[in-house]
C-alpha cells in the first residue's frame, strides 16, 4: 500500500513539476508577445457575429433546439454521439458528412438538413489547427462539449489548474498531451 501511495505521490509531483514549467513557457511567451498580437482580444464580443454564438445558458436548458433534436433522433439511431464530440468541421465538411450518412441510409429530410448542419457547425464547428486539437477532440470531449472549452478564456495558469483537476477526476492524459493540450488551450482560447 505505500509503494502505490508514493507512486502515486510522484507520479502527481512530476504533473505538477510540468505544469509549473508550462506556466513559465506561457508566461514568457505572454512577455513577448507584440502589442499587435494582444490587439484582437481587446474587441468589444458585439464584433463577434451572432451566429457564432451559441444560446445563452438560460435558453439552452429550457427546450433543446431543433438542430440539437434532430441529432438526437436521426444521428443516434445508428451511432452515439462521439463521431459528431470527435470531428470539428466547417459547414461544408458537416454538410458532407451529413450527406454521406444520408447515402448510408439516414433519414433526413431536406428541409431538415440546413437546421442539422446549422446546429452542427455552432456547436460543433472548427477549431484552430495546431498540437493538442486532436487531444482536446478525443480526450477531453469525453466529458466536455466543445462549447465548454470555448465559452472559456484563461491564461496558461487557469488552463493547467483546470487540467490538473480533470487528472485528478480521471483524465486519460499522459505528460505529453497534458503539455500538449495545455499549450494548444493557453495559445488558442484565453
Known amino acids: 500500500m505505500t509503494a502505490l501511495t508514493s507512486q502515486s505521490a510522484i507520479k502527481c509531483l512530476v504533473r505538477l513539476i510540468v505544469a509549473a514549467s508550462l506556466l513559465l513557457i506561457g508566461q514568457i511567451l505572454s512577455a513577448g508577445q507584440a502589442p499587435a498580437a494582444q490587439a484582437p482580444a481587446a474587441q468589444p464580443p458585439a464584433a463577434q457575429p451572432p451566429a457564432a454564438q451559441p444560446p445563452a445558458p438560460a435558453q439552452a436548458q429550457s427546450q433543446p433546439e431543433p438542430g440539437e433534436r434532430l441529432v438526437t433522433a436521426l444521428c443516434t ?71 465548454r472549452v470555448r465559452r472559456e478564456r484563461r491564461n496558461a495558469e487557469g488552463w493547467s489548474e483546470i487540467l490538473l483537476a480533470m487528472l485528478n477526476e480521471g483524465a486519460p492524459l499522459n505528460e505529453a498531451d497534458f503539455a500538449t493540450v495545455l499549450r494548444y488551450l493557453a495559445r488558442n482560447f484565453r
Do not use: F, S
Not at 465538411?93 to 433526413?108: L, S
Open 77 to 147: 439511431t445508428c451511432h452515439d454521439t462521439r463521431p459528431v464530440e470527435t470531428q470539428a468541421l466547417d459547414e461544408a465538411g458537416w454538410t458532407k458528412e451529413v450527406k454521406a450518412m444520408i447515402e448510408k441510409g439516414a433519414d433526413v429530410k431536406d428541409a431538415d438538413l440546413p437546421v442539422l448542419v446549422d446546429y452542427l457547425t455552432r456547436y460543433h464547428g472548427p477549431l484552430p489547427d495546431g498540437p493538442g486539437k486532436e487531444v482536446l477532440l478525443n480526450v477531453c470531449t469525453q466529458c466536455h462539449d466543445l462549447q
